[in-house]
């Protein structure tokens, strides 16, 4: 497997108006594999967004590097290089929309990069296609639900036909319904597409089934595992702010209150079966 | 209705709607035109009768035509007792108090006056009723492309033209939701003098641009990761075509901007003939 | 005083092409000092429902009575307004969004000013209704609210609405967009505030999990109509109607219901995660598992608040 992006000593700081400049990011480095689906974890203040801006030259690094297919995000040339290839969503489905018809907002992407018409029209199928919107090629996206605008986004950005999709807190403002549509639309992206997913969130509940969770706090990184790995170390999410999936609160207390219960579990189905072995013992 | 912006449009499906919005952008302009070079009621009737053809052709009742007259009827009313009491020109005066007088030719000019704007407003109504926000944008835009040559970023002017009426129902209801809250805090926005109301919209204005800037600063983000200006040469998804109803379209107007001009210059009000006509006809039954 | 709502139905547009109706025939009654959940997809009519309470929408037909205020489509005699909004406090969707004056604790007084109150009452209330929410007045009553992070913006505007000291308090979404831990403190607040201040909450939200553990009844809205109240029991023994409208059932009674497919009984009166705990504790003794007593599911621990 080959690397998407790469962080390689990342800081960044930002100037504040009282105490000089403050660190959103402190020496990250890690690098994230083509194809994967990885989930990025944090309470606010994390430095989790001013990562998400990283990752495709909106913001460029005060100390070490970012690069995305060999790419380095501080060469101003080969910005679009990347941007192109790095797709991302933002958190309020409405202040990343320029048109008020859904094809042509999807069309911006690859107009802006000069792409024949006749390609445009099938890229805007293409994308309506993979988020199950064909249907809405001609609506407002005004009064669509949350979930259907923030999958009219996802489009947009899939429009240019990119290797890896960011989803910066992109479901942090939909309804559970909006959340599940979102999900289910990005994990078959990654599945049947092979697109690279970096799904930043602060829901527990959607890094279940990723291939990895890194988790943020004070602007490094925490914790970087796969999510059994990291759901097992209950006391340290405590101390990150992190709230796990409301199965493994419950894991944790039954655990504490003595009864033979792995306090790591965090699907319905494993306390389900923990619970029936429990009390199948007469 | 606030899925279009400018409130007008009446969101049916016709051959008027599917007309190349470039052309109906440029048949108002010259209809506007036009309007000032009619000079009989024969040729008023005409576009009247136009215009409610339009209606048909484009399935929007004739009575949400009239209705958009509503809007300027008092400066109708005004302008036109202005013209009948005030009229300058040479007149036969058949009636006067004071410095009020009345004569045929100030009536005549009152009404064509009133016939002028009330047809003006009707017309130029049925584009922004048959033409969606975003089809004028883009009609627009690409009209005005010549434009580039002398270095006007025409393109970009459409996309702010874009976002902006993408953003003018969002806007609307965010300045709902905030007066809500407001209320709901006690605020009063409907008694006190003029001052005191707007010292009352505060508390709503406020909250309404931090939101408008913050929004901004997400669409900024938005656009770069989009790769807005990444080429010199951008591509349109959208192709305006010349279809052959709008050939038809662009026939029948040239003949009512025709009839208007001849009806002016040559024939010199199609009027008179229409009198003699009509006293002929009397004539001649009065003949039987 | 409770509130009684009879016959409630309400249309945007009304007697235009573009007429949409948002609530239909509703009847509801909340007592005093319940805590409400209210539910329901997007346009099911909730956000409406709880618009009226406040008097920010006219009724157009039906009528609705809040703690002897009465309101109906007629125009005469005009409601008191004011009296209305000091009974009742409305929180709505992103407060913080809201917040416009130059300093803190000129905002929050803004809501007791409008009721008349003198300055001095004003300024009194709002550094008291600070303090109920968590902040010290004196340490960020003079500072701008747009310095503030965001969740003590959100604090800050509950704080303008408590200034008011309503009876009864309405909160739509009061933790949208907040993170977990910022969720479970916004909850542990309301809790607080429904102690100290205003007996009787009406929250709506969107996540059952979340809901079941600070609620003694739940509304369910679907299509403009009340689909759903009745005791929580009674109401998750309905899961495939829920779903249907969109709802899913607290993950504990699900997982109740599934171990009951498996022959075991933890007792249908589950209806949030402390209840399927204390279930499975009694279960685990009933068979002869010594185990401690768990007084509620937490993860944060008592610092949340």
Request: aromatic content about 8%.
């Amino acid at each position: 497997m080959s690397t998407a992006i790469g962080l390689y000593g990342v800081s960044f700081a930002y100037d504040t108006e009282e105490e000089g400049q403050a660190y959103a990011l402190k020496d990250v480095s890690f690098e994230i594999e083509k194809g994967s689906f990885v989930a990025v974890v944090g309470h606010n203040g994390s430095g989790k967004s001013t990562l998400a801006r990283l990752l495709n030259g909106l913001l460029i690094p005060t100390v070490g590097r970012v690069k995305v297919f060999g790419y380095d995000t501080c060469d101003e040339d080969t910005i679009y290089e990347i941007r192109r290839r790095v797709g991302m969503v933002f958190q309020n489905p409405d202040n990343q929309m320029v048109a008020s018809v859904v094809e042509d907002d999807i069309a911006f992407g690859p107009e802006n990069l000069g792409v024949e018409r006749e390609e445009i029209i099938r890229r805007v199928d293409n994308a309506l296609a993979s988020v199950g919107m064909s249907d809405y090629r001609k609506s407002t996206p005004f009064r669509m639900s949350g979930g259907q605008k923030q999958r009219i986004a996802i489009a947009g950005a899939l429009a240019l036909c990119p290797e890896v999709l960011v989803l910066d807190e992109s479901t942090a403002m939909l309804d559970p319904k909006g959340r599940a549509e979102v999900m289910g639309v990005v994990r078959r992206l990654n599945r049947e597409q092979g697109i690279t997913v970096i799904h930043i969130t602060h829901y527990m509940e959607e890094t279940l089934d990723c291939d990895r969770v890194i988790v943020m706090d004070g602007g490094s990184v925490a914790l970087d595992g796969t999510p059994s790995e990291v759901f097992g170390r209950g006391e340290e999410l405590k101390r990150y702010k992190i709230s796990p999936p409301y199965v493994t609160w419950l894991a944790d207390a039954l655990a504490r209150a003595g009864l033979d219960i792995d306090r790591a579990i965090y699907t319905r189905e494993e306390m389900e079966e923990s619970l029936c072995r429990l009390l199948s013992k007469d | 209705m606030r899925d279009v912006a400018f409130g007008q449009y009446y969101p049916v499906s016709s051959p008027i709607h599917r007309l190349d919005p470039r052309l109906k952008i440029v048949f108002t302009l010259l209809y506007v035109v036009t309007m000032f070079f009619v000079s009989s009621y024969t040729a008023y009737a005409v576009i009247l009768i136009f215009l409610l053809a339009l209606c048909g052709f484009s399935h929007i009742p004739p009575s949400a035509m009239f209705k958009s007259i509503k809007g300027i009827i008092i400066l109708l009313i005004l302008t036109s007792v202005l013209n009948l009491f005030f009229y300058g020109g040479e007149t036969s005066v058949v009636w006067q108090w004071w410095i009020f007088k009345i004569s045929p030719e100030a009536i005549d000019s009152a009404l064509k006056l009133m016939l002028r704007l009330i047809l003006l407003i009707m017309g130029t109504t049925m584009l922004t009723f048959t033409t969606g926000a975003t089809e004028l944008t883009d009609g627009i835009e690409s009209l005005l492309k010549p434009l580039n040559l002398i270095k006007i970023p025409v393109r970009d002017l459409a996309i702010i033209m874009s976002i902006a009426l993408r953003f003018i129902p969002i806007l609307i209801d965010e300045t709902d939701k905030i007066t809500m809250a407001q209320k709901s805090r006690g605020a009063d926005f409907d008694s006190g003098n003029i001052f005191k109301r707007a010292k009352a919209l505060l508390p709503v204005l406020i909250p309404l641009f931090v939101g408008a800037f913050r929004k901004a600063d997400e669409l900024a983000d938005a656009l770069d990761a989009r790769c807005y200006n990444a080429s010199p040469k951008r591509t349109r998804m959208k192709k305006i075509t010349f279809a052959v109803r709008d050939l038809i379209a662009l026939i029948v107007f040239a003949a009512l901007v025709a009839f208007v001009f001849l009806d002016k210059y040559l024939i010199g009000g199609a009027d008179t003939y229409i009198v003699k006509l009509f006293n002929i006809i009397v004539e001649f039954f009065k003949g039987l | 005083m409770p509130i009684v709502v009879k016959g409630l139905s309400f249309a945007y547009s009304k007697g235009t092409p573009f007429e949409k109706k948002a609530l239909d025939c509703v009847d509801v009654e909340i007592s005093d000092g319940q805590f409400i959940g209210i539910m329901g997809h997007t346009g099911s009519g909730k956000s409406t429902f709880i618009q009226h309470l406040n008097g920010l929408i006219k009724v157009q037909s039906g009528e609705i009575d809040v703690d002897g205020i009465h309101l109906t489509s007629a125009r005469r005699p005009k409601p008191d307004y004011k009296k209305l909004r000091s009974t009742v406090g409305m929180v709505f969707q992103y407060p913080e969004y809201q917040l416009f004056d130059e300093t803190v604790i000129k905002d929050v007084a803004f809501g007791p000013k409008n009721l008349g109150l003198s300055k001095e009452e004003a300024f009194a209330r709002a550094a008291e209704a600070l303090r109920l929410v968590g902040l010290d007045p004196d340490e960020i009553g003079e500072r701008a609210p747009f310095e503030l992070s965001g969740g003590q913006k959100r604090r800050v505007a509950i704080a303008g609405v408590i200034a008011m000291r309503p009876k009864i308090l309405i909160l739509d979404e009061p933790t949208a967009g907040l993170d977990p831990y910022g969720k479970e403190q916004i909850m542990s607040l309301i809790c607080r505030l429904k102690r100290e201040c205003s007996p009787t909450v009406i929250v709506i939200s969107h996540d059952m999990d979340e809901i079941t553990r600070y609620a003694d009844r739940l509304i369910v809205f679907s299509e403009g109509r009340v689909a759903f109240d009745m005791p929580m029991q009674e109401l998750f023994k309905h899961g495939q109607e829920l779903e249907a409208i969109g709802l899913e059932l607290p993950s504990c009674v699900s997982i109740a219901d599934n171990l009951r497919l498996k022959g075991i009984e933890l007792g249908d009166d589950i209806v949030n995660m402390d209840g399927l705990a204390k279930a499975v504790v009694k279960a685990a003794r009933e068979r002869g598992i010594e185990c401690g007593d768990i007084a509620s599911v937490r993860w944060y621990g008592e610092e949340g608040e």
